[in-house]
């Protein structure tokens, strides 16, 4: 969801036939879209007179409602402003709108058709100088596009491969990439995505790169009697999987994360590589890897609660001013009614009356409208990251409007029905839940350095706990639908007791709270990681979730999950 | 200074003072109270998901209903306040038969402007809670004040026209019924003429025309009305002369 934006200072535009105002847009990865999914929509603001606004762009959602993203635009006279938005298309029948608004309104509007000719199951983003090489995708069987791109085209955000199956790195000029790409692409891997490096002259690794490869490219490529295509020298890092030709390794697979990462010593989109035969069970058994799926998903969200009665003290204090304004009302009638400028007093007392039960029961309205969220923050193994997913209930029980801050480069993605309205300068979002109630998901890569392990020693099994980052509180370790709790605070190291192993079915194991319904709804869900041991408790991270504008964070619980790695 | 007429002075002192009349204000308030309160918890506005303002409709026509049948109940008779002279007393009373119709006429309008006033906190906090603009309420008001009036004089007119209590009794509730339901049901654009009809629009959609002249048409009826009860009282002078 982060937003990149950059002022392209030496564009032209042309001087006297052009608009005063132009607004265009580019959307998808190479041009394709998996409806559902984020894809980068790049939109270029130019004009010919200083232009201050905000630019919004307006994507239908299902159901008619609409996903509104908003940025500041500040465009100099001759220069042009391009912004880049993350956003999901549900409906590639339905037009998406840019629209520019200053001071004096709408100055500029264009409509931005998607089509159904674009969509695509997947996406095989290849960086490459050299645009050809997956034209086998046509023949895969499944609607699989490639998308031919530059190293400065890659997305700012990890969000921007949502809708990538496979990312190729053939040609990358280590310049051309920001830090933030960089990281994006680092974080995408590190929650599960693929990544091929393909040896290639022109490929110098970066360091940031390396760290992610299961292999040391040593040599370029070379010619290889009886190999019909040149392979470079790989050496694979200790436990990585190697497929050998002859003694040669052709591809090295590894793991970053829970990301899959292979190298190839081979160049699959030179004119031999792309004539060679064998390159395709290579391709196939790379793409038919199955995407892990993160612990957290919408489900989830049925946990949160939807709306919130009036509290009781404000109830009692609408009654109180109700009987005594009727009260009032009788007296002045009794007392003042029949005389002379006793109406003066009636219509006073009425609009005493009324202006302060407005004002209470407004106010009550404003006080309803609030958020619930619980996130898991699962740690990613070996990446030093977590994937902190976020279910957002906006709960609105009279109607109107919830406000709330969402971290910088987090993915927000609705849920259910509901405008929303994200402005992506400000990480604001703004939400009209339709029906009283919203749900929204809020995704984001966050730094952390937690590790766990099952250590058996002399007959006796122990958790240890490793790590930077302040370990969970109330922990308990999950195993086969059996639970042993680990005390309030988590020590470096605990002794497992056999005895203390207990089931997690028995109702109110957990309590009853957010954090606990959480957690019941998490271990159902580590059910399917079979016989995995994890290590479950709360946090209270605050560079997680969102935040209202007051600084609270509403109804809220937050779980940390680690898994256990058994020594 | 207004100078207010003498059958209208007698008459409010009377609804604004009387012990009955009393009760019968504080009924209505304390039912309009339930309703308002009956509209904080917050399910209720999901009976309409696309509009909150629901339920202020619904709170709006209901105090029109009431307003109208009190103004008219009290006119005719229905509900006896104590001291109140009928149309059918002042016939034999001084006064001409013109101010004895105006007074009437105006009792009732003034009557249904105060029931109308006295409702609007509990109005404001309906509005207040489902993030309604206060002008909904006022709106409301060019619809409830006009109809109860006019209902309000016709119910003056039938308190001299029909003797027995039953006749009156189920004429007038025939007219309220041809006038709250019947009128709701007739096709559009005569549906307008529903005074339910006319409260949705004029709090939903702002000043529409056709729900104006809806209103007007109910704020003249007052006039022949007054008309008809002052040619009764004329009628009974005569009978009695004879």
Same mark, same amino acid.
């Given at each position: 969801?982060?937003?990149?934006?950059?002022?392209?200072?030496?564009?032209?535009?042309?001087?006297?036939?052009?608009?005063?105002?132009?607004?265009?847009? *580019?959307?998808?990865?190479?041009?394709?879209?998996?409806?559902?999914?984020?894809?980068?929509?790049?939109?270029?603001?130019?004009?010919?007179?200083?232009?201050?606004?905000?630019?919004?762009?307006?994507?239908?959602?299902?159901?008619?409602?609409?996903?509104?993203?908003?940025?500041?635009?500040?465009?100099?006279?001759?220069?042009?402003?391009?912004?880049?938005?993350?956003?999901?298309?549900?409906?590639?029948?339905?037009?998406?709108?840019?629209?520019?608004?200053?001071?004096?309104?709408?100055?500029? !509007?264009?409509?931005?058709?998607?089509?159904?000719?674009?969509?695509?199951?997947?996406?095989?983003?290849?960086?490459?100088?050299?645009?050809?090489?997956?034209?086998?995708?046509?023949?895969?069987?499944?609607?699989?596009?490639?998308?031919?791109?530059?190293?400065?085209?890659?997305?700012?955000?990890?969000?921007?491969?949502?809708?990538?199956?496979?990312?190729?790195?053939?040609?990358?000029?280590?310049?051309?990439?920001?830090?933030?790409?960089?990281?994006?692409?680092?974080?995408?891997?590190?929650?599960?995505?693929?990544?091929?490096?393909?040896?290639?002259?022109?490929?110098?690794?970066?360091?940031?790169?390396?760290?992610?490869?299961?292999?040391?490219?040593?040599?370029?490529?070379?010619?290889?009697?009886?190999?019909?295509?040149?392979?470079?020298?790989?050496?694979?890092?200790?436990?990585?999987?190697?497929?050998?030709?002859?003694?040669?390794?052709?591809?090295?697979?590894?793991?970053?994360?829970?990301?899959?990462?292979?190298?190839?010593?081979?160049?699959?989109?030179?004119? *031999?590589?792309?004539?060679?035969?064998?390159?395709?069970?290579?391709?196939?058994?790379?793409?038919?890897?199955?995407?892990?799926?993160?612990?957290?998903?919408?489900?989830?969200?049925?946990?949160?609660?939807?709306?919130?009665?009036?509290?009781?003290?404000? *109830?009692?204090? &609408?009654?109180?001013?109700?009987?005594?304004?009727?009260?009032?009302?009788?007296?002045?009638?009794?007392?003042?009614?029949?005389?002379?400028?006793?109406?003066?007093?009636?219509?006073?007392?009425?609009?005493?009356?009324?202006?302060?039960?407005?004002?209470?029961?407004?106010?009550?309205? !404003?006080?309803?409208?609030?958020?619930?969220?619980?996130?898991?923050?699962?740690?990613?193994?070996?990446?030093?990251?977590?994937?902190?997913?976020?279910?957002?209930?906006?709960?609105?029980?009279?109607?109107?409007?919830?406000?709330?801050?969402?971290?910088?480069?987090?993915?927000?993605?609705?849920?259910?029905?509901?405008? &929303?309205?994200?402005?992506?300068?400000?990480?604001?979002?703004?939400?009209?839940?339709?029906?009283? *109630?919203?749900?929204?998901?809020?995704?984001?890569?966050?730094?952390?350095? &937690?590790?766990?392990?099952?250590?058996?020693?002399?007959?006796?099994?122990?958790?240890?706990?490793?790590?930077?980052?302040?370990?969970?509180?109330?922990?308990?370790?999950?195993?086969? !639908?059996?639970?042993?709790?680990?005390?309030?605070?988590?020590?470096?190291?605990?002794?497992?007791?056999?005895?203390?192993?207990?089931?997690?079915?028995?109702?109110?194991?957990?309590?009853?709270? &957010?954090?606990?319904?959480?957690?019941?709804?998490?271990?159902?869900?580590?059910?399917?990681?079979?016989?995995?041991?994890?290590?479950?408790?709360?946090?209270?991270?605050?560079?997680?979730?969102?935040?209202?504008?007051?600084?609270?964070?509403?109804?809220?619980?937050?779980?940390?999950?680690?898994?256990?790695?058994?020594? | 200074?207004?100078?207010?007429? /003498?059958?209208?002075?007698?008459?409010?002192?009377?609804?604004?003072?009387?012990?009955?009349?009393?009760?019968?204000?504080?009924?209505?308030?304390?039912?309009?109270?339930?309703?308002?309160?009956?509209?904080?918890?917050?399910?209720?506005?999901?009976?309409?998901?696309?509009?909150?303002?629901?339920?202020?409709?619904?709170?709006?026509?209901?105090?029109?209903?009431?307003?109208?049948?009190?103004?008219?109940?009290?006119?005719?008779?229905?509900?006896?306040?104590?001291?109140?002279?009928?149309?059918?007393?002042?016939?034999?009373?001084?006064?001409?038969?013109?101010?004895?119709?105006?007074?009437?006429?105006?009792?009732?309008?003034?009557?249904?402007?105060?029931?109308?006033?006295? /409702?609007?906190?509990?109005?404001?906090?309906?509005?207040?809670?489902?993030?309604?603009?206060?002008?909904?309420?006022?709106?409301? @008001?060019?619809?409830?004040?006009?109809? @109860?009036?006019?209902?309000?004089?016709?119910? /003056?007119?039938?308190? /001299?026209?029909?003797?027995?209590?039953?006749?009156?009794?189920?004429?007038?509730?025939?007219?309220?019924? @041809?006038?709250? =339901?019947?009128?709701?049901?007739?096709?559009?654009?005569?549906?307008?003429?529903?005074?339910?009809?006319?409260?949705?629009?004029?709090?939903?959609?702002?000043?529409?025309?056709?729900?104006?002249?809806?209103?007007?048409?109910?704020?003249?009826?007052?006039?022949? =009305?007054?008309?008809?009860?002052?040619?009764?009282?004329?009628?009974?002078?005569?009978?009695?002369?004879?």
């Amino acid at each position: 969801m982060i937003a990149m934006s950059f002022v392209f200072l030496g564009a032209v535009l042309p001087a006297r036939s052009a608009p005063a105002l132009d607004v265009r847009g *580019q959307v998808g990865m190479g041009g394709w879209i998996v409806p559902g999914r984020f894809v980068p929509l790049r939109v270029q603001v130019g004009a010919d007179r200083e232009v201050r606004g905000t630019l919004e762009v307006a994507v239908p959602g299902p159901g008619g409602d609409t996903v509104t993203h908003t940025h500041a635009v500040h465009v100099t006279p001759g220069s042009a402003q391009q912004i880049t938005f993350d956003i999901i298309v549900t409906d590639p029948r339905r037009d998406l709108l840019l629209r520019v608004r200053g001071n004096g309104g709408e100055e500029a !509007r264009a409509a931005l058709p998607v089509g159904v000719f674009r969509v695509a199951e997947g996406i095989v983003a290849a960086v490459t100088r050299e645009p050809a090489g997956l034209e086998f995708l046509a023949a895969s069987g499944r609607k699989r596009r490639p998308a031919y791109l530059t190293g400065a085209s890659l997305p700012s955000g990890w969000q921007g491969y949502d809708a990538v199956d496979l990312v190729v790195v053939r040609d990358l000029d280590p310049r051309a990439l920001l830090p933030v790409q960089q990281e994006a692409l680092v974080g995408w891997v590190a929650q599960g995505g693929r990544l091929l490096v393909a040896a290639h002259d022109a490929l110098p690794v970066p360091p940031w790169l390396q760290v992610l490869l299961p292999a040391r490219i040593a040599s370029p490529p070379s010619s290889v009697p009886g190999v019909p295509v040149a392979l470079a020298a790989l050496v694979p890092d200790p436990g990585a999987e190697v497929v050998r030709r002859g003694d040669r390794p052709l591809a090295v697979r590894g793991g970053f994360g829970r990301g899959v990462v292979e190298v190839w010593a081979f160049d699959p989109f030179s004119p *031999q590589g792309r004539a060679w035969p064998g390159r395709l069970p290579l391709w196939r058994s790379l793409l038919e890897l199955p995407r892990p799926t993160p612990a957290a998903s919408g489900t989830l969200a049925d946990e949160l609660p939807r709306t919130r009665p009036l509290p009781g003290s404000t *109830q009692l204090v &609408l009654a109180l001013l109700s009987v005594a304004y009727i009260a009032a009302i009788r007296i002045l009638l009794r007392r003042f009614g029949p005389a002379r400028g006793g109406w003066v007093l009636l219509f006073a007392a009425v609009a005493a009356f009324g202006v302060v039960l407005f004002g209470v029961s407004a106010g009550a309205r !404003r006080a309803a409208g609030s958020i619930a969220q619980v996130s898991i923050i699962e740690v990613i193994p070996g990446a030093q990251r977590a994937r902190a997913g976020t279910f957002v209930s906006l709960i609105t029980p009279y109607g109107g409007r919830v406000d709330f801050t969402v971290p910088r480069g987090a993915a927000v993605r609705p849920l259910g029905p509901g405008n &929303l309205r994200i402005d992506e300068s400000e990480s604001v979002v703004t939400g009209t839940a339709r029906t009283g *109630q919203g749900v929204l998901e809020v995704t984001q890569i966050v730094p952390v350095d &937690l590790r766990a392990e099952a250590v058996e020693r002399d007959g006796t099994l122990a958790l240890v706990v490793t790590g930077r980052d302040p370990r969970p509180t109330h922990a308990l370790l999950y195993r086969r !639908r059996q639970i042993h709790r680990l005390g309030e605070e988590l020590h470096p190291r605990t002794v497992l007791d056999p005895a203390r192993w207990e089931p997690v079915d028995r109702p109110g194991t957990l309590g009853t709270d &957010l954090a606990a319904r959480a957690a019941e709804w998490l271990f159902k869900q580590l059910q399917a990681a079979g016989g995995e041991a994890w290590l479950v408790g709360r946090s209270s991270d605050e560079r997680v979730g969102v935040r209202l504008p007051d600084g609270r964070s509403g109804i809220s619980a937050q779980l940390v999950v680690i898994p256990v790695r058994l020594r | 200074m207004i100078r207010l007429n /003498a059958v209208t002075r007698s008459d409010l002192r009377r609804r604004l003072g009387g012990g009955r009349a009393l009760t019968m204000v504080t009924v209505y308030l304390s039912v309009l109270a339930l309703l308002a309160f009956l509209s904080l918890p917050p399910d209720l506005g999901r009976l309409d998901d696309l509009r909150q303002e629901g339920l202020l409709l619904a709170f709006l026509i209901v105090e029109t209903v009431l307003a109208a049948y009190l103004t008219s109940a009290s006119a005719c008779g229905e509900i006896a306040v104590e001291g109140e002279k009928s149309v059918v007393d002042l016939a034999a009373s001084p006064f001409t038969p013109g101010a004895v119709a105006w007074g009437k006429v105006l009792t009732s309008l003034l009557f249904a402007t105060l029931l109308t006033v006295l /409702a609007v906190p509990f109005s404001l906090v309906v509005a207040g809670i489902r993030g309604e603009a206060p002008s909904a309420v006022a709106r409301a @008001a060019i619809v409830t004040v006009p109809v @109860a009036a006019s209902l309000g004089a016709l119910g /003056a007119l039938y308190s /001299a026209v029909f003797d027995s209590d039953f006749t009156r009794s189920f004429v007038h509730w025939l007219t309220l019924l @041809a006038l709250i =339901v019947g009128a709701t049901a007739l096709p559009p654009p005569w549906d307008v003429l529903s005074p339910v009809r006319m409260v949705i629009l004029l709090a939903r959609d702002g000043l529409r025309v056709d729900a104006l002249l809806a209103s007007a048409l109910y704020a003249l009826l007052i006039f022949p =009305v007054g008309v008809a009860i002052a040619r009764r009282i004329e009628r009974i002078r005569a009978m009695y002369q004879h």
